[in-house]
């Protein structure tokens, strides 16, 4: 199949898959009461939480029907990372566990992201040892996730269309940087799940439908999948 084909494929599955997921996830917010303060502009438009399900479903399905079986597996470390952060942003969500396991898996979630792909994706600064080099990659993975996360809860939809921008730009640099098709697709796929998402959110405010918001969850896998993305750029540049 061409790159063309999967590059449309990868795009559509993310787009299409919150449009499929956000209803049944906002049957599931009504039933368990899992609901956020409403907005201002919007006092009867039911905020319900879990809204990064679709995210979490969308480009990891994206991802395994689109890339080979080498490809998925180079993206092992990211996806482990992941479900991490799905799982943790998910107790979150629901009010099961407590604030400091946020921290806890940020934390994990870099160390798994950073240490397990050591293989593929290198040294970030040439002549560090690479035991700090290591630490500064974890670093930066859990520092990008903070600073995200509190943008997002200061300003979420612009951060949400800024965030999108962003997938976007590691599209279009595809001619220019020799990235791996795989980190392409995986641009795409967070580009068309995000695009979907605002679409989404746009329509469900216009009907006044139930609209799951994307809270920890979906706001860590935004952010660690941007960081994982950013790494291999600055990687590319200063090697």
Same mark, same amino acid.
């Given at each position: 199949m061409s790159e063309?084909? $999967?590059?449309?494929?990868?795009?559509? !599955? *993310?787009?299409?898959?919150? &449009? $499929?997921?956000?209803? @049944?996830?906002a049957q599931v917010? $009504?039933?368990?009461?899992? +609901?956020?303060?409403?907005?201002?502009?919007?006092?009867?438009?039911?905020?319900? +939480?879990? #809204?990064?399900? /679709?995210?979490?479903?969308? !480009?990891?399905? =994206? $991802? =395994?029907?689109?890339?080979? @079986?080498? #490809? &998925? #597996? /180079?993206l092992h470390p990211l996806i482990a990372a992941m479900v991490i952060l799905f799982f943790s942003g998910l107790l979150l969500d629901t009010n099961v566990t407590f604030r400091y396991i946020r921290q806890l898996a940020?934390?994990?979630?870099?160390?798994?992201?950073?240490?397990?792909?050591?293989?593929?994706?290198? !040294?970030?600064i040439p002549g560090m040892?690479?035991?700090?080099? *290591?630490?500064?990659?974890?670093?930066?993975v859990i520092a990008f996730m903070y600073v995200f996360h509190e943008l997002v809860l200061f300003r979420k939809m612009t951060m949400l269309v800024l965030a999108l921008l962003h997938a976007? &730009?590691?599209?279009? !640099?595809? #001619?220019?940087?020799?990235?791996?098709?795989?980190? &392409?697709?995986l641009a795409l796929a967070l580009s068309g799940n995000l695009a979907g998402i605002l679409i989404y959110s746009a329509y469900a405010r216009y009907k006044h439908k139930p609209l799951p918001l994307i809270g920890h969850t979906g706001i860590f896998l935004i952010a660690v999948i941007l960081a994982y993305l950013w790494l291999k750029l600055l990687a590319f540049w200063i090697n």
């Open positions: 063309f084909i $999967l590059s449309g494929l990868c795009f559509s !599955i *993310a787009f299409v898959s919150v &449009f $499929l997921v956000q209803p @049944s996830v917010g $009504l039933a368990k009461n899992l +609901t956020a303060e409403p907005e201002k502009h919007f006092p009867k438009l039911p905020l319900l +939480t879990m #809204g990064g399900v /679709s995210m979490f479903f969308g !480009i990891n399905l =994206a $991802l =395994a029907l689109c890339t080979s @079986s080498k #490809g &998925f #597996g /180079s940020k934390l994990l979630a870099a160390a798994v992201l950073v240490l397990h792909s050591r293989g593929t994706q290198g !040294i970030l040892n690479p035991t700090l080099d *290591a630490l500064v990659q974890i670093a930066f976007l &730009f590691f599209v279009g !640099i595809k #001619g220019f940087v020799q990235l791996p098709f795989n980190d &392409f697709l």
